[in-house]
């Protein structure tokens, strides 16, 4: 798995197949990033996957990389936090605008 630095994104601009945003609970959000160089997530200065805290910092992160697709994961947590069995069905996955509001 490939480390993606945000501060080498930022320097220069990648060409990305797929951006996933995986959404997790408290306003947390990790990317993970699908490119001709290989797949991984973004990691921070600190070389920790990089948290982002609402979509419009994802956007303003990418808005210079060419993005082909972008989609958004979650995965609930509640059915086995209640002691329910594991979901049979894969985490719900939807697209993600990466346009940047006017």
Known sequence: MHKFLIADIKKSPIAI??????????????V???TPQGDGFVYDD???PMRFH???QIRDAFEQC???RAVMVHDSPYDE????PNKAEPSMSMPFSMQQPY
């Open 17 to 30: 197949n797929t951006l996933e945003v995986q959404s997790f609970e408290m306003n947390v959000y990790l």
């Open 32 to 34: 993970k990033l699908y």
């Open 46 to 48: 600190a070389d920790r």
């Open 54 to 56: 609402n979509s419009q």
């Open 66 to 68: 060419e993005v082909d």
């Open 81 to 84: 936090m209640i002691g329910n």
